[in-house]
């Protein structure tokens, strides 16, 4: 969809950011939806907190987890029915419900060179080649080491962010005996004010490079691991610096991933290959990385800061390679120049569309 959307419009960062963007409006609501129903144990006396007190019986029925699941599935089914009657209604007053894929995805079958719609191919060749800089074709081997290094240091900040949306209550309930009040709030606050950046950085996005933007992040995120990590060396003040360490994150996860991929739109030329590249990375953090997170941190509560730091300084790490490789690219005279074709020849179309 972002794809769509982008070659469409010059405003790529603001698009890709705004759905970030909204993606934590619901982040930032969650835990307060769910948190009547948090901190109940069947059997209380194996747990610490004194807001157990009150908890159920482990008796037959629903319990309080459960159905926390079930109200957030409710939610989830109520916008999945609205959003499939605004696509219908959405085709049903265009052109595109000739087939019953068309009226349900707004099918558009070759869409994958156009920037401009209803523009000739000539014409769209030179806004192409006006609006963007020179790229490197995602098949060509420069290009494959380019897309390599981006999506894997995009699948480490995957990870820190996933570990903030999934584990962060676990870590400061169970492991950090933060009462369900002061977990849920930091939870909320902290997505609360990652919506606020990054309300900032969609309109910023459009004229901030994305360079300059992954900078800012990688030291928010540098930080904020430093600042949690050195929680829990401290005798005093640990909860002021983890609820700082979180709340730093927020600048930085505010913007970082569809950062990367509009990182990427600048040297490459993003087919549809590539974004699916960007989506199985997101979903290899979650099945690679979400487990591995959660084993360490049941053995051991400095695993928690500790992987932090270790995604954050990894994605650096590869971000230097990243760039450095992209400087020797330059240097040696492998990149393309204003002689060769900036946009994809007209030859090539077919097989970009293919792609």
């Given at each position: 969809?972002n794809r769509?959307?982008?070659k469409?419009?010059p405003?790529?960062?603001?698009i ?8 934590a ?43 926390a ?29 000739a087939?019953?894929?068309?009226l ?5 079958d ?60 676990t870590?400061l309930?169970?492991y ?11 939870y909320s ?29 990688m ?6 691991s ?9 005798e005093s003040?640990s909860?002021?610096l ?5 709340m ?16 990427a ?9 590539v974004?699916?590249?960007?989506m ?5 953090a ?7 997170a959660g084993v ?9 800061p ?6 954050v ?32 020849a007209?030859?090539?179309?077919q ?5």
């Amino acid at each position: 969809m972002n794809r769509a959307l982008w070659k469409s419009s010059p405003y790529i960062g603001p698009i890709i950011q705004m759905t970030n963007l909204v993606f934590a409006v619901g982040l930032a609501i969650g835990p307060q939806v769910v948190k009547p129903y948090l901190g109940h144990y069947p059997d209380d006396e194996h747990h610490h907190h004194h807001d157990h007190d009150d908890a159920g019986g482990g008796g037959g029925g629903i319990e309080p987890i459960q159905m926390a699941y079930l109200v957030l599935a409710v939610i989830d089914l109520f916008m999945a029915i609205l959003l499939t009657l605004a696509a219908v209604m959405f085709a049903l007053h265009s052109d595109h419900c000739a087939s019953v894929r068309q009226l349900m995805f707004h099918v558009d079958d070759d869409d994958d060179i156009e920037v401009i719609p209803d523009e000739s191919d000539d014409a769209s060749s030179e806004v192409l080649s006006e609006v963007a800089p020179t790229k490197l074709d995602p098949c060509s081997r420069p290009g494959r080491v380019l897309v390599a290094l981006i999506v894997v240091a995009f699948m480490m900040v995957a990870g820190q962010c996933l570990m903030f949306a999934c584990l962060l209550y676990t870590y400061l309930y169970e492991y950090l005996h933060w009462s369900v009040d002061a977990s849920t709030r930091l939870y909320s606050i902290y997505y609360s004010a990652l919506f606020l950046v990054g309300a900032i950085i969609v309109p910023v996005s459009r004229w901030v490079s994305p360079t300059k933007l992954i900078v800012m992040d990688m030291s928010s995120l540098l930080l904020s691991s430093v600042l949690m990590f050195t929680a829990l060396r401290v005798e005093s003040g640990s909860d002021i610096l983890t609820a700082t360490g979180v709340m730093v994150s927020a600048v930085g996860d505010s913007n970082i991933l569809p950062t990367f991929i509009t990182l990427a739109e600048q040297s490459l030329y993003v087919i549809p290959r590539v974004m699916s590249l960007f989506m199985a990375a997101f979903g290899g953090a979650i099945m690679v990385l979400g487990p591995v997170a959660g084993v360490s941190l049941n053995y051991s509560v400095e695993s928690y800061p500790t992987l932090l730091l270790a995604l954050v300084l990894a994605s650096l790490l590869i971000l230097v390679a990243y760039f450095g490789y992209i400087r020797w690219l330059k240097i040696s005279g492998q990149w393309p120049t204003s002689t060769q074709t900036a946009a994809p020849a007209e030859n090539d179309r077919q097989n970009y569309s293919q792609q």
